[in-house]
């Protein structure tokens, strides 16, 4: 209920506007959609990564992570409200335009919508209990770019504590093995593990979500394991009898599978101790 509400006390906050015509500073339509005639943007909200409750049906709550925008408009003044069904129509059609669909609706007030545009998930969530001041919530489907990196100290701490730890800085393409660029902090950082403890010899194991077939992620996550033995050799002089690859595909998910951030998480390389 708090997801649904949200709007309402966005426009609230933005009522002392309504005397001016322009929008609201800095505030623009989103991509996907034009706005109904007769409305200016009274607020809007944009976060690179949040969350967002939206429906598929009567009862049927999905979080939805990703980019988010809301957007409040408000009837300009002068200006005639259109009823509540001509709006979601709208929003209903423009979405079906692109092959979109209405996932559910509530209270003839509130469209809940899914699209997928130039390779992206779109959500989108129209609120028009109010026609003077409907509300718009949009989210741009994403996993969370991971940014923060753990370093020798932290591999060595997990490693004492259970026997193996995460590397969540290692990168690859979907269905590939070959190591991205942007791996080299991660990779610099086991490799200064390795060199404090020259006693110490790695299990280098690489791991999948369970998207597709058994075979093929068994393989994969064996060639990324290997990938980044093959590194740590070349790149950072670690000697090849200190390390193993392995790989165990989909068998040691650490998350749910049935979401994107659930299988951005199961897709890793585990340092384990020999």
């Not at 069904?85 to 669909?101: F, H």
């Not at 997928?116 to 109010?130: C, H, T």
Request: glycine residues 8%; hydrophobic residues 45%.
């Amino acid at each position: 209920m708090r997801a649904r509400t949200l709007l309402p006390l966005l426009v609230m906050s933005a009522l002392p506007l309504l005397g001016a015509e322009p929008d609201a500073e800095g505030c623009k339509d989103h991509p996907l959609f034009t706005r109904m005639a007769g409305y200016r943007i009274a607020h809007c909200e944009t976060k690179e990564f949040d969350s967002y409750e939206f429906r598929t049906g009567p009862g049927k709550p999905v979080n939805v992570e990703g980019r988010r925008t809301m957007i409040a408009y408000v009837l300009k003044e002068g200006s005639a409200a259109p009823g509540r069904l001509q709006v979601l129509r709208n929003y209903e059609n423009a979405v079906k335009a692109i092959g979109g669909a209405v996932l559910a609706t509530e209270d003839d007030a509130v469209a809940f919508l899914r699209a997928v545009k130039d390779d992206r998930e779109i959500w989108a969530e129209v609120n028009v209990y109010n026609t003077e001041s409907p509300g718009l919530v949009i989210v741009e489907k994403a996993a969370m770019k991971q940014e923060v990196v753990a370093n020798a100290e932290v591999f060595a701490s997990g490693l004492r504590a259970t026997g193996h730890v995460a590397v969540y800085g290692i990168f690859f393409d979907t269905n590939k093995a070959e190591i991205k660029p942007e791996s080299r902090p991660a990779l610099a950082e086991i490799a200064k593990l390795l060199q404090k403890d020259p006693a110490l010899k790695l299990y280098v194991v690489g791991h999948t979500d369970a998207t597709g077939l058994l075979d093929a992620n068994m393989k994969l996550s064996q060639a990324r394991g290997e990938s980044v033995v093959r590194s740590l050799v070349a790149d950072h002089g670690i000697a090849p009898a200190r390390l193993k690859g392995l790989g165990v595909g989909p068998a040691a998910p650490v998350a749910s599978n049935d979401t994107e951030v659930g299988r951005a998480k199961n897709r890793r390389v585990e340092l384990v101790k020999q």
